[in-house]
């Protein structure tokens, strides 16, 4: 099975920008749909964005849309999501997770059977 590795987060002040990247350290992105997830401590994992194999379908969470942007090169086997207008609220441990459902961006946790350890993000005044 495919594992993934998240990197790029860090600490970032309000307003500021954070680009994540999710590499394959064993198989290929290019066989899987591709969702970002996260999770603040005493809360349930909550979808972010999604894109599809190819990229040519994408969706986000209303809480990010139109300041994430969710990408993938498969040539170079990264996914990554672009944060900018950060706000306090976007702090928590970001997951990349892979589906082997290609046709579309899913939303949905429970068909994501592939994840990365995380990376935090922690954004402050």
């Known amino acids: 099975q495919v594992q993934l590795v998240e990197s790029g987060g860090g600490l970032v002040q309000v307003g500021g920008s954070l680009r994540l990247s999710c590499t394959a350290s064993?198989?290929?992105?290019?066989?899987?749909?591709m969702g970002w997830f996260r999770q603040a401590p005493g809360n349930e994992r909550e979808f972010i964005a999604a894109?599809?194999?190819?990229?040519?379908?994408?969706d986000y969470a209303d809480s990010v849309k139109g300041r994430f942007t969710i990408s993938r090169d498969n040539a170079e086997n990264t996914l990554y999501l672009q944060m900018n207008s950060l706000k306090s609220e976007d702090t928590a441990v970001y997951y990349c997770?892979?589906?082997?459902?290609?046709?579309?961006?899913?939303?949905?946790?429970?068909?994501?059977?592939?994840w990365g350890q995380g990376t935090q993000v922690s954004v402050s005044s």
């Open positions: 064993q198989g290929t992105l290019s066989s899987y749909g």
């Open positions: 894109i599809s194999w190819n990229g040519g379908i994408r």
């Open positions: 997770a892979a589906s082997t459902l290609w046709g579309g961006a899913f939303t949905q946790a429970t068909v994501y059977p592939h």
